[in-house]
Nanobody
């Protein structure tokens, strides 16, 4: 069993940066592909970024491409999401999750599990 805890969210202004962290316990993340998702009020949960185990290949949703960077530190059992040039439309609760099936760069939240409780990111204009 894996427990995930997200942190690092907050209230920032447009153009600012934040780094989200996802801390894992219960099992090493080194052999798991990890994803970040977000959910805004009244909207479905949407894919943000994914990082594979092994080579650490990455893939991003188009709205965050070039602004967000996903990374991992297997020694610390952590996954990060560096968010730059934040926009009001990035406002959402951000979640990390373990990929459980599907292709490595899957953007389907149903193929992920062990969701954390999320961390709120609010970007004011």
């Amino acid at each position: 069993q894996v427990q995930l805890v997200e942190s690092g969210g907050g209230l920032v202004q447009a153009g600012d940066s934040l780094r989200l962290s996802c801390a894992a316990s219960g099992r090493s993340l080194s052999t798991y592909t990890m994803g970040w998702f977000r959910q805004a009020p009244g909207k479905e949960r949407e894919f943000v970024a994914v990082i594979s185990w092994g080579r650490g290949s990455t893939s991003y949703a188009d709205p965050v491409l070039g602004r967000f960077t996903i990374s991992r530190d297997n020694a610390k059992n952590m996954v990060y999401l560096q968010m730059n040039s934040l926009k009001p439309e990035d406002t959402a609760v951000y979640y990390c999750a373990v990929q459980q099936r599907g292709r490595w760069n899957s953007n389907d939240p149903s193929e992920y599990g062990y969701w954390g409780q999320g961390t709120q990111v609010t970007v004011s204009s």
